[in-house]
């Protein structure tokens, strides 16, 4: 069974800076994937914050170019959303989400981030 686990949010005051993870376990290799980050604020429908390709392209919501960073390391079989300078309006729970080649989608129970001002 494929798994994705996030880890890493927390509280963070305005400014600071959080590192989020994303584990995959079972048969899913994250370097196949199109690997993503999303989130979600109260009251709010989830919105796509950045992804990376298997060719490691990378693309952001224009909110955040400049101050969040994906990543990956495909020897461990982690993702990575650096996130710097953070912002109260970046409060929300952060979802991992994989789509593999045959557009199977796959998503993490999500970590909340909080960002106080």
């Known amino acids: 069974q494929v798994q994705l686990v996030e880890s890493g949010g927390g509280l963070v005051q305005a400014g600071g800076s959080l590192r989020l993870s994303c584990a995959a376990s079972?048969?899913?290799?994250?370097?196949?994937?199109?690997m993503a980050w999303y989130r979600q604020a109260p009251g709010s429908q989830r919105e796509l914050v950045a992804t990376i390709t298997p060719g490691i392209i990378t693309t952001y919501r224009d909110s955040v170019k400049g101050r969040f960073t994906i990543s990956r390391d495909n020897t461990k079989n982690l993702l990575y959303l650096q996130m710097d300078n953070l912002r109260p309006e970046d409060t929300a729970v952060y979802y991992c989400?994989?789509?593999?080649?045959?557009?199977?989608?796959?998503w993490g129970q999500g970590t909340q981030v909080t960002v106080s001002s």
């Open positions: 079972g048969s899913m290799f994250i370097a196949n994937n199109v």
């Open positions: 989400n994989a789509v593999s080649i045959g557009l199977q989608m796959t």
